[in-house]
């Protein structure tokens, strides 16, 4: 039996129990970053040879596995996860009759303010900032505002945008949040009035359906830039939370006014990543973003 210190396995007390053996810290890291299930990482072990063996074992199945998903990237898909999903996601709302836009990544203080983020508000401390009032954005809605009410004036409505784009937040990183995520906002403005919460199920589902995510809830939850919104959640708790893959609303709203916006209006915002978190089951969200370490859910150091 091992008489290696408690600390080394997290387990204090119980080392000297039959099967009450765990594996080490340091291993269940490994095996996380692997991708091993968290189901698997919980196995208890009469002695440290077992464990270690056990562990071994893990470790080559799942490099292989990590290495054989390499391959198929290579050699036939060609396309990450990440890239996969925006391209079906933005083909999915152009024949929906959505209009694609792209505009700016840095924007103005005064676009924060317009969405209720003034100077005071503690939200300003998870903005990247630039030099003269400028940052780098951490929404996509200020721009779709602007592009809404220039567009009024010539196209008829109903029409819908939408954007893809990098959106930055001084988020303290862990399993559920990134500093950089890719965001889909997708807005109808000129909705009638009596068919938004409707409209809004209907464009929830077209995403979600062309995401892969087949199993979701709508629940309505207070946010502190538009007030009452509709969530999506889909896809295993991290943390134990529910994991949020959507913020939606709709106008009018107070916001509106300080955009020149008068007409109705249903808007969505979808994190790419979390989408993938909650179709392939990942344990965290870095598995599926932006990352050095990681392509398409694997751990590259394999």
Same mark, same amino acid.
């Given at each position: 039996?091992?008489?290696?210190?408690?600390?080394?396995?997290? @387990? !204090?007390?119980? #080392?000297?129990?039959?099967?009450?053996?765990?594996?080490?810290?340091?291993?269940?890291?490994? *095996? =996380? $970053?692997?991708?091993?299930?968290?189901?698997?990482?919980?196995?208890?072990?009469?002695?440290?040879?077992?464990?270690? @063996? !056990?562990?071994? #074992?893990?470790?080559?199945?799942?490099?292989?596995?990590?290495?054989?998903?390499?391959?198929? *990237? =290579? $050699?036939?898909?060609?396309?990450?996860?990440?890239?996969?999903?925006?391209?079906?996601?933005?083909?999915?709302?152009?024949? !929906?009759?959505?209009?694609?836009?792209?505009?700016?990544?840095?924007?103005?203080?005064?676009?924060?303010?317009?969405?209720?983020?003034?100077?005071?508000?503690?939200?300003?401390?998870?903005?990247?900032?630039?030099?003269?009032?400028?940052?780098?954005?951490?929404?996509?809605?200020?721009?779709?505002?602007?592009?809404?009410?220039?567009?009024?004036?010539?196209?008829?409505?109903?029409?819908?945008?939408?954007?893809?784009?990098?959106?930055?937040?001084?988020?303290?990183?862990?399993?559920?949040?990134?500093?950089?995520?890719?965001?889909?906002?997708?807005?109808?403005?000129?909705?009638?009035?009596?068919?938004?919460?409707?409209?809004?199920?209907?464009?929830?589902?077209?995403?979600?359906?062309?995401?892969?995510?087949?199993?979701?809830?709508?629940?309505?939850?207070?946010?502190?830039?538009?007030?009452?919104?509709?969530?999506?959640?889909?896809?295993?708790?991290?943390?134990?939370?529910?994991?949020?893959?959507?913020?939606?609303?709709?106008?009018?709203?107070?916001?509106?006014?300080?955009?020149?916006?008068?007409?109705?209006?249903?808007?969505?915002?979808?994190?790419?990543?979390?989408?993938?978190?909650?179709?392939?089951?990942?344990?965290?969200?870095?598995?599926?973003?932006?990352?050095?370490?990681?392509?398409?859910?694997?751990?590259?150091?394999?």
């Amino acid at each position: 039996m091992s008489t290696s210190a408690p600390s080394q396995f997290g @387990e !204090a007390g119980n #080392e000297s129990q039959p099967g009450s053996l765990g594996y080490t810290a340091t291993q269940r890291q490994r *095996l =996380r $970053e692997l991708g091993v299930p968290p189901e698997n990482l919980a196995t208890r072990f009469a002695d440290d040879h077992a464990r270690d @063996e !056990a562990f071994a #074992e893990l470790e080559r199945r799942w490099t292989r596995t990590g290495r054989a998903r390499l391959r198929i *990237l =290579r $050699e036939q898909t060609r396309e990450t996860q990440l890239a996969q999903l925006t391209r079906v996601l933005a083909s999915s709302l152009r024949d !929906a009759g959505f209009v694609q836009v792209v505009t700016p990544t840095i924007i103005g203080r005064e676009a924060l303010e317009k969405m209720g983020i003034t100077p005071s508000d503690p939200l300003t401390e998870q903005i990247f900032w630039l030099a003269d009032d400028r940052c780098l954005r951490p929404m996509l809605a200020p721009n779709l505002y602007t592009l809404m009410r220039k567009l009024a004036r010539v196209w008829r409505q109903p029409f819908g945008l939408f954007e893809v784009g990098s959106c930055f937040r001084r988020d303290t990183k862990g399993a559920s949040h990134l500093n950089e995520f890719t965001m889909m906002n997708l807005v109808e403005l000129g909705t009638p009035m009596e068919r938004r919460d409707e409209r809004l199920r209907e464009l929830a589902a077209l995403v979600m359906g062309a995401a892969g995510v087949t199993s979701y809830e709508l629940v309505h939850k207070p946010s502190v830039v538009y007030g009452d919104t509709v969530d999506i959640v889909a896809g295993p708790p991290i943390g134990g939370e529910p994991l949020e893959v959507c913020s939606a609303a709709m106008g009018p709203h107070p916001l509106d006014d300080a955009w020149g916006i008068t007409d109705p209006w249903v808007g969505l915002g979808f994190g790419l990543e979390r989408l993938l978190v909650a179709r392939e089951g990942y344990p965290n969200i870095e598995r599926a973003g932006r990352s050095l370490s990681y392509i398409d859910g694997v751990r590259l150091n394999i």
